[in-house]
């Protein structure tokens, strides 16, 4: 088992290109976060999907999509990279959203906007 | 709304000392609350879990204990190793909600 995995493992980015980072999970999980992590602000929820083909708005969901691609796949896109979202972006997942508790994080995406 | 606030570290401890770290919360109703670690080059991974008040949470040599007349939620070790290194995040659940609140961290380096 992987659990989770997510690629790529860093990335540069100048203003305004565009990326997707990839997020998979083979835990059959049904649902799966986004978030990004920035000093001293903890986690912050970006995106979340409770089930396969749905996916909902997090606290700071401005400036990214998402899709939920199948059970195992969700992908966060950024449109049109800014320096403010140079941050650390994890992928997790949980069997549902009343488990959320137990959360199941990748290893993390380190990404820096110039 | 629903916070999490944690003392700022980094927190620098001998082996086998005493940690402590204090987390606080604000919210309504009666949340769950969790303590996750992250260490170095992982992703984060829960630890300890309390779901009401008074119940206390254990891991690996951690302990916290939900309290409600305090809104608090400190974690402590009595003996820490230097594999104890990393960040430490406190984070709470509404009982009605899906998704978890995080405070900022809190990292932790113990040396030999």
């Known amino acids: 088992n992987a659990g989770v995995t997510q690629t790529p493992k860093f990335q540069v980015l100048k203003t305004g290109q565009s990326m997707t980072l990839q997020c998979a999970q083979d835990?059959?999980?049904?649902?799966m976060y986004w978030y990004r992590q920035d000093p001293g602000m903890g986690l912050r929820l970006i995106y979340y999907s409770a089930s396969e083909g749905t996916t909902d708005k997090g606290e700071v969901p401005n400036g990214y999509n998402v899709s939920r691609l199948n059970k195992r796949e969700f992908s966060l896109r950024l449109e049109s990279a800014a320096p403010s979202q140079t941050s650390v972006y994890f992928c997790?997942?949980?069997?549902?959203?009343?488990?959320?508790?137990?959360?199941?994080f990748g290893p993390g995406t380190r990404l820096t906007v110039t | 709304g629903n916070s999490v606030t944690q003392m700022e570290g980094p927190v620098t401890l001998s082996e086998e000392a005493f940690l402590t770290i204090n987390c606080t919360y604000t919210?309504?109703?009666?949340?769950?609350l969790f303590w996750y670690v992250q260490y170095p080059g992982e992703g984060l991974q829960l630890l300890l879990k309390a779901t009401k008040a008074d119940d206390k949470g254990s891991n690996k040599g951690f302990e916290a204990t939900y309290r409600k007349e305090t809104t608090s939620f400190h974690l402590e070790k009595g003996s820490v190793q230097v594999s104890d290194s990393a960040v430490y995040f406190c984070a709470l659940k509404k009982a009605a909600g899906n998704k978890l609140t995080f405070g900022g961290g809190t990292r932790v380096l113990v040396k030999p």
């Open positions: 919210a309504t109703g009666y949340p769950s």
């Open positions: 835990m059959n999980h049904n649902s």
């Open positions: 997790a997942s949980s069997v549902g959203l009343a488990e959320s508790y137990e959360q199941y």
